[in-house]
C-alpha cells in the first residue's frame, strides 16, 4: 500500500482535493470488486470487470498527478 501523507506534511488546497479524489477512486475499486464478487451473469460479470479497470485506471492517474505536484 501507497503512503500518501508524511508526517507534519501540509498539503496545497488542489493536493488535499486530489487526495479526496484518490480515497474516492479506492472505494469504487473495492466496491467493484466486491460486487465482481457476487454476481455470476455473464454480462454483469463483463460490467463489472470494466468498472474495475476504469477505477484502477482513475486511481493510477491520481496518484500519478499527485506525485507530480509534490515534485514540483
Do not use: H, W
Request: charged residues 25%; positive net charge; aromatic residues 8%.
Amino acid at each position: 500500500m501507497i503512503r500518501l501523507r508524511k508526517k507534519g506534511a501540509s498539503f496545497s488546497i488542489e493536493n488535499q482535493l486530489l487526495l479526496a479524489e484518490i480515497e474516492r477512486s479506492k472505494r469504487a475499486i473495492l466496491s467493484a470488486q466486491n460486487q465482481f464478487e457476487q454476481v455470476v451473469d455473464p454480462t454483469l460479470i463483463d460490467c463489472y470487470i470494466y468498472e474495475l479497470n476504469a477505477a484502477q485506471l482513475r486511481y493510477q492517474f491520481l496518484l500519478r498527478r499527485l506525485k507530480s505536484q509534490e515534485t514540483a
